[in-house]
């Protein structure tokens, strides 16, 4: 009977073959690349919308130097935030609280506070697929 003489391969030359190791390398790779792509993406959408909130607070701000009381600039900035958020990336309006108030420090400011609930950004979802 005929013997194929490639099927007698040697190990030591099977060791030194080297074809398809980019195949493994990458095999080995490709999941830490795609995880640190994926972290960097999520890094950059929560710092989008932290960025966002601060320049609503920003901007409710200046709208509420308008008002002439507490009562004045929490109006204005109820209203800067019913109709100007929608402009800002990764913010919801309806999810944000707002309040501005006379400083208890020194009466002659005003503080504006500003936060937002985070749950439903989109980072929370991109890793749900992973095991």
Do not use: C
């Not at 390398?25 to 929560?46: D, K, R, S, T, W």
């Not at 309040?99 to 985070?118: E, H, L, M, N, R």
């Amino acid at each position: 009977m005929l013997q194929d003489p490639k099927s007698h391969v040697s190990w030591s030359r099977f060791r030194a073959d080297a074809v398809g190791t980019t195949a493994v390398e990458f095999a080995m790779l490709a999941p830490l690349f795609i995880l640190l792509l994926l972290g960097m993406v999520a890094y950059g959408i929560y710092f989008g919308a932290s960025h966002s909130v601060q320049q609503i607070a920003a901007d409710a701000a200046r709208t509420a130097i308008a008002g002439l009381n507490q009562t004045e600039r929490q109006a204005l900035v109820t209203d800067f935030i019913n109709h100007d958020v929608a402009g800002y990336p990764f913010v919801d309006a309806h999810k944000l609280t707002v309040d501005a108030k006379d400083s208890v420090i020194d009466g002659s400011q005003f503080v504006v506070s500003v936060s937002y609930d985070a749950r439903d950004l989109p980072i929370w979802n991109l890793l749900d697929s992973l095991p």
